[in-house]
């Protein structure tokens, strides 16, 4: 019999925990992280896309994560993305923090330094640097605009800031490479958004109207090798933790390391196949579907001599839109389990709290600094 131990993960609620299995991580079955084809998604038939619908309800019931081909989006788009990351991040750190992000940004924009933040209170520091940029709607690849032609009431909301491109102008291209992997994403998740629309038995427009200034992020990670040290002790890329809208499109490096916890408490590999993208549940979307749908625990490690690079996506709603559990997941029988609540609270609420953590941690270290530092 296999030794279970707990895994506490941070909620925009507070802690929630999850059994682990004692067992070593293991590849996933074709069945546990299904590949599914988005070809019929760009179908004019209806039964076409109602398919797509059926298989992405299927695996977004079981483990919350699956593959996708066929996605769209051009591999030199990719390519070209993928070696600006390598360039930025390439930099001596001086210019790096050019954009530092816990010096210059108020919404987690730009740079975060190796072992600047610790996502999981039960695992190590995150061995991985990232940049990353909100939503703006004037690079919205469907209907760019001046920010002051938004609504007040959505652009209260808009979180991009212009000192992530102002701080990487020297770097050629790089804000045109990386907007346009950004504006290919967002292409995907609209019209993703609506198949999953489809899958829970609504509208296929149910959403349109509320993801015009969506939540829509991207991070680009960078995990070095690790060190024999960081080895030793186990540390992690980047700690067990879920997504927090409505779902996330990962792209991931030939190197690997992303891990999926299994409804069994099994971490499973998610290994890189060549012509995907790696799609999972956010909490937001299992909030709106009544928990039909599985916001899943993952982690990353790069156990590897190499260095690796994953560019996630996440995507939401408006933030300024409140919404409350979908008409089709509810019934007398199965009443809401949430309240309304806007998809940038929720999301602020976790953000906030990761930070304030972290800040103390460090805090306490300068105070104490021959002193074991405890989870707060």
């Known amino acids: 019999m296999s030794t279970v131990t707990k895994l506490e993960l941070r909620t925009a609620l507070g802690p929630v925990y999850r059994d682990v299995l004692a067992n070593p991580p293991r590849d996933c079955t ?14 004019e038939d209806i039964a076409d896309r109602k398919q797509v ?28 993305c993928k070696q600006q990351v390598l360039n930025f991040m390439r930099q001596p750190l001086e210019k790096k923090n ?23 209170r039960s695992e190590s520091v995150d061995v991985r640097e990232s940049f990353g940029f909100r939503y703006s709607p004037e690079l919205d690849p469907d209907h760019p605009m001046d920010i002051s032609d938004v609504s007040e009431e959505v652009r209260a909301w808009i979180r991009a800031e212009d000192f992530v491109w102002d701080g990487t102008a020297h770097l050629p291209n790089f804000k045109r490479d990386c907007v346009a992997y950004w504006s290919s994403c967002m292409g995907l998740a ?90 999972n549940i956010g909490d937001f979307m299992m909030r709106l579907c009544n928990d039909l749908y599985k916001s899943t625990v993952h982690r990353v490690t790069n156990e590897s001599t190499a260095e690796r ?55 306490a270290k300068i105070a104490a600094p021959s002193a074991t530092v405890v989870a707060m």
Not at 57 to 74: C, E, L, Q
Not at 214 to 232: C, I, Q
Request: a negative charge; hydrophobic letters at 35%; one cysteine or more.
């Open 30 to 43: 074709a069945d546990e992280i299904p590949v599914i084809d988005l070809a019929p998604m760009f179908s």
């Open 309 to 363: 690079v994953s560019m996630p996506f996440f995507f939401g709603l408006n933030f300024n839109c409140v919404e409350g559990v979908v008409p089709s997941c509810t019934s007398e029988s199965n009443p809401s389990k949430y309240e309304p609540i806007s998809c940038g609270d929720w999301c602020q609420m976790r953000f906030k709290m990761e930070r304030d953590e972290f800040n103390r941690g460090e805090q």
């Open 98 to 120: 050019i954009v530092d992000s816990r010096t210059y940004s108020k919404y987690f924009n730009g740079y975060l330094g190796k072992s600047k933040t610790k996502i999981s």
């Open 53 to 80: 619908a059926a298989n992405i309800r299927a695996a977004a019931t079981n483990n919350g994560f699956f593959y996708v081909k066929n996605h769209g989006i051009p591999e030199k788009t990719i390519a070209q």
């Open 190 to 279: 609209r019209r993703l958004v609506r198949i999953f629309a489809l899958s829970l038995g609504l509208d296929e427009n149910y959403w349109d109207d509320k993801v015009t200034h969506p939540g829509a992020d991207s991070v680009f990670n960078y995990y070095p090798p690790r060190s024999v040290e960081e080895t030793e002790n186990n540390f992690v890329g980047l700690g067990s933790h879920t997504d927090l809208q409505l779902f996330t499109l990962l792209w991931q490096d030939s190197v690997g390391g992303l891990q999926v916890l299994s409804k069994e408490g099994q971490w499973l590999k998610a290994p890189p196949i060549e012509g995907t993208l790696v799609v």
